[in-house]
C-alpha cells in the first residue's frame, strides 16, 4: 500500500481545478519508480466528483512523441485509451486566445513556448492550482505551483 503524500493532498484538496504539465503524465504512464506514489494520488484525485484536471493537448503531442519514434503503434493506442477517457480530465485545444495569453506569459516570464503554453491554459480554465517538475511555472502568477521533486525532498528529510 502506497503512502499519501499529506502535502500533495492538502495542495489537490486547496483546488477544485488544477493544470497538469506533461511530465506528470509520462511519470504515470511509465511509472516512474520515484514519482508515480505522486502521480497515483493525483490521478485518485482525479477519480472524485469534485476534481477537475486540465491540460493542454500540446501534452498528447509530448507524450506520443516515443511510441511513435519506437514505431510502437500499441503504445499509442493505450496512451489514448488511457489519457483520452479519463475520468475529470479535460484536454484543452490551444484556441487563438491561449496562443495569445501564452505568447504575453512567454515574454513577462521568458517561459519555453510549450512552458507558456501549459500555463496559459491551465489560466484559461481557471485552474487554480498546476502540478509540474519544472519550476519555470512558480513564476506565473495566479498559480498555486507544486513541484514534485520539492515533495521528494521534504519527504527524504523527515
Not at 488544477?18 to 519508480?33: A, H, S, V, W
Request: aromatic share 8%; charged share 25%; net charge negative.
Amino acid at each position: 500500500m502506497e503512502v499519501e503524500d499529506s502535502r500533495l493532498a492538502a495542495f489537490l484538496k486547496r483546488h477544485r481545478r488544477i493544470g497538469l504539465d506533461t511530465c506528470i503524465f509520462i511519470y504515470q504512464i511509465e511509472e516512474n519508480l520515484n514519482y508515480v506514489h505522486l502521480t497515483n494520488q493525483i490521478f485518485e484525485w482525479l477519480r472524485k466528483p469534485r476534481a477537475e484536471g486540465v491540460t493542454s493537448n500540446l501534452t498528447m503531442l509530448e507524450v506520443l512523441v516515443q511510441p511513435y519514434r519506437d514505431a510502437d503503434e500499441e503504445r499509442v493506442d493505450s496512451f489514448y485509451a488511457l489519457l483520452s477517457t479519463y475520468p475529470h480530465l479535460r484536454w484543452i485545444d490551444v484556441t487563438l486566445s491561449i496562443a495569445d495569453r501564452a505568447a504575453h506569459l512567454r515574454s513577462e516570464y521568458a517561459l519555453r513556448t510549450p512552458d507558456a503554453i501549459q500555463a496559459a491554459t491551465a489560466l484559461s480554465e481557471n485552474a487554480t492550482g498546476f502540478i509540474s517538475n519544472d519550476r519555470s511555472f512558480q513564476k506565473v502568477s495566479g498559480l498555486d505551483v507544486v513541484i514534485l521533486d520539492d515533495l521528494l525532498e521534504t519527504t527524504d528529510e523527515s
